[in-house]
């Protein structure tokens, strides 16, 4: 069946939102935010944003028991009812992250796991946004919104050829019940075997 290209923006953007977020500069950029999280706990946290696209409260409201080192998922999501409880693979490229916050958490991942602001308005001014001015990403010209990072991971997988369901349940935009029997190592493997190609491609 041919894909298409316009179920990206059906995914990622509404008409209201158009224009307001940029495509990060793959990979260029997300190298630098990878190379910086190395030291910097905002950075280990964008480079989640980029490889699993939550939304900014979804992953901080993550809480430790939605975070399966068993089968390496989260299993998390707001908004809307395919949004909640979905899951999303914890690509190795970030896994190193969130065994870091994992260590040092007791409740939830990053609420009690990260030194920095866990509210989602504060984390964008006081975090988010000064890290990626010092990196050089956002500039006047291009606002990189938090969003930009979801987008990001929806045009980038959609060029690596991951197929449209695992993007919109990763995404929250299919439904995905973890209560039900959908919940096997099977279904994991798939949404694995896909979003594995986020992983080893250079685009």
């Known amino acids: 069946m041919e894909r298409n290209p316009q179920n990206i923006r059906r995914l990622t953007l509404s008409r209201k939102a158009t224009g307001q977020f940029f495509r990060w500069a793959v990979l260029e950029e997300m190298k630098l935010v990878l190379a910086d999280a190395a030291v910097n706990e905002t950075s280990k946290i964008i480079a989640i944003f980029l490889y699993t696209g939550f939304r ?5 409201d993550i809480p430790m028991s939605g975070v399966d080192m068993v089968r390496w998922v989260f299993i ?34 990053f609420l009690s796991g990260y030194d920095g602001n866990i509210n989602g308005n504060n984390f964008r001014k ?32 959609h060029s690596l050829g991951i197929d449209d369901d695992t993007l919109s349940k990763i995404l929250g935009h299919a439904d995905f019940d973890v209560s039900s029997d959908i919940y096997i190592q099977a279904d994991i493997s798939k949404l ?12």
Not at 192 to 203: A, G
């Open 192 to 203: 694995h075997q896909e979003m594995s190609k986020l992983d080893s491609h250079e685009d």
């Open 126 to 157: 006081r975090d988010y946004y000064p890290t990626l001015e010092r990196l050089g990403i956002r500039t006047a010209q291009r606002r990189m919104n938090p969003h930009s990072c979801r987008y990001t991971l929806a045009t980038r997988g």
């Open 76 to 109: 998390g999501g707001e908004k809307t009812e395919a949004g909640k409880n979905r899951i999303v693979p914890i690509l190795s490229v970030i896994r190193p992250f969130v065994e870091y916050f994992h260590e040092r958490a007791t409740g939830y991942l």
């Open 56 to 60: 900014v409260q979804e992953l901080l």
